[in-house]
């Protein structure tokens, strides 16, 4: 007739008629005579839970206090009971016939500057068809095939089925005109901006995996424009393979500014983490993957930059004459000092003065006498040699510095600062997501250190470029000779 009053205690959500029914089972249990079902009743809203019996408090009880208490009732039980939606209730304690079934929340909704500017004629293979290019705030993801939307349509119908999505342009027979397929175009954008405008939905795996590049080749679609900032606040597009590495994209950017192999060797392609931080690619990661997963970030244009990847000022110097290495250095010089990077202080006015007067190698030459130039700092992560709070990360030429700070990144008095000649060895924990260190001072025997942060890999090659870069400037004052060539400068 319904459950056995003991297990009242396991039910989260009941409707009215099942309350009722538990009740009737109670009374022929326990003996009572008189069941008062108070109800928190809403128009329309027919699911309740239980929250109290004779007045006491039962949520979050255990079975024993419930059966207790209904014992403790003696010939009158009162179950007072809130009512919820029908929606609510299935979301906590779904039905059998709803077992399988994912339950979403489609009410938070995102802003995103998705859009399918222009389309595309293709043949391959005797085949002739129109791919449509989908960009992600003015950075191409993909380019699609009418049937890849139909086939995305029908595969976010199936996981989010209790949604009620948008209607996709429909489907034609016959060859279409470029009037209609710019209407097409225009549905298709209609469409994505209104599914993905639902994070659940926007975010979720299947919509991940369409807004990558599929792996056929549609003549040459597999192209993917990138868009890369520069350090005098330019923006430069590239056109390369979807697949292509950190390497092969900053070879097309360096060739599309003019930049000489030479110089290149002292830029990098960095990846825009937020406004305070940027992490320098590695070799052999994909930039267009970046594009994907971070095209809802909040940095405007562009998650890839080109910025200075050098440490030693004596070998920067050696560029003065070089007009374009000039010109990048002095643009992130005056952007470092504005975000705080590099500490201008008592200089600030000459500094701005020679910034006004565009004096670029002047204003450079007083900059890097002050602290934090050419310097890199990482954010605040935990670390093996304090038991409580962070710490920060600072990379110079000069040395390596651990700053105490809270969990939240609150700097604190203590810094501990290793000079270069005291490392022994360094290594990546790919596994514990660490950089480690050892280091010797005196007598006392070496020690190891383990930074916990996710760029770890990046602090390992600022290890490597760092004793890269004393090497030369040791080979340079050696035989005191400026021309020696470096041995970081050894291709891109």
Excluded at 119 to 142: D, I, P, T, W
Excluded at 225 to 234: S, Y
Excluded at 374 to 383: D, G, K, M, Q, T
Excluded at 435 to 463: D, Q, S
Aim: proline share 4%.
């Amino acid at each position: 007739m319904g459950a056995p009053a003991p297990e009242i205690a396991y039910l989260c959500s009941l409707s009215l008629l099942a309350c009722l029914l538990v009740s009737f089972t109670w009374e022929l249990q326990f003996g009572f005579r008189e069941i008062h079902l108070q109800i928190g009743a809403v128009e329309d809203q027919e699911m309740g839970f239980a929250l109290a019996e004779n007045g006491v408090n039962v949520e979050g009880a255990t079975h024993k206090q419930v059966v207790d208490l209904i014992r403790a009732g003696e010939k009158e039980l009162i179950l007072t009971v809130l009512s919820v939606p029908p929606h609510e209730a299935d979301n906590l304690d779904p039905g059998d016939d709803s077992l399988g079934q994912s339950f979403y929340d489609y009410t938070e909704k995102q802003a995103v500057p998705i859009s399918i500017p222009t389309y595309k004629h293709v043949e391959q293979n005797g085949e002739k068809f129109v791919v449509y290019n989908v960009y992600m705030a003015g950075r191409q993801l993909c380019s699609k095939r009418y049937r890849e939307f139909a086939i995305l349509h029908q595969n976010l119908k199936r996981e989010f089925a209790n949604f009620t999505f948008p209607r996709l342009p429909g489907k034609w027979p016959f060859s279409l005109s470029e009037q209609q397929l710019d209407a097409r175009r225009r549905g298709l954008e209609e469409y994505l901006e209104k599914v993905c405008s639902i994070r659940v939905i926007g975010e979720s795996d299947i919509m991940q995996e369409f807004l990558s590049e599929s792996d056929e080749n549609y003549n040459g679609v597999s192209d993917v424009e990138l868009r890369v900032a520069l350090p005098d606040i330019t923006t430069v597009t590239v056109r390369v393979k979807k697949n292509s590495t950190t390497d092969q994209v900053y070879q097309a950017v360096a060739a599309k500014v003019g930049m000489d192999s030479i110089t290149a060797n002292y830029f990098a392609l960095f990846e825009v983490i937020n406004h305070s931080f940027v992490r320098k690619l590695a070799p052999n990661e994909f930039p267009h993957k970046l594009y994907v997963q971070n095209y809802t970030s909040a940095v405007p244009g562009t998650c890839l930059t080109i910025r200075k990847w050098l440490f030693t000022t004596e070998e920067e110097v050696l560029l003065n004459d070089n007009d374009l290495a000039v010109t990048y250095f002095f643009h992130q010089a005056v952007d470092d000092v504005k975000k705080g990077y590099i500490k201008a202080e008592e200089k600030s006015y000459q500094l701005q003065k020679l910034y006004e007067q565009r004096k670029m190698v002047m204003y450079l030459n007083m900059l890097r006498t002050c602290e934090g130039y050419n310097e890199i700092i990482f954010p605040h992560c935990s670390c093996d040699s304090r038991r409580k709070g962070h710490v920060i990360t600072a990379i110079s030429i000069k040395h390596f510095k651990l700053h105490a700070c809270t969990e939240e990144g609150q700097l604190e008095n203590q810094v501990i600062a290793f000079e270069w000649d005291e490392m022994q060895r360094w290594d990546t924990d790919e596994e514990g997501m660490a950089f480690c260190f050892e280091y010797a001072r005196g007598e006392k025997k070496p020690r190891w250190v383990k930074i916990f942060t996710p760029y770890f890999n990046y602090m390992h090659e600022c290890f490597e470029r760092v004793f890269c870069e004393l090497k030369w400037r040791k080979e340079v004052r050696t035989c005191n000779c400026r021309e020696t060539a470096s041995p970081c400068a050894g291709g891109f």
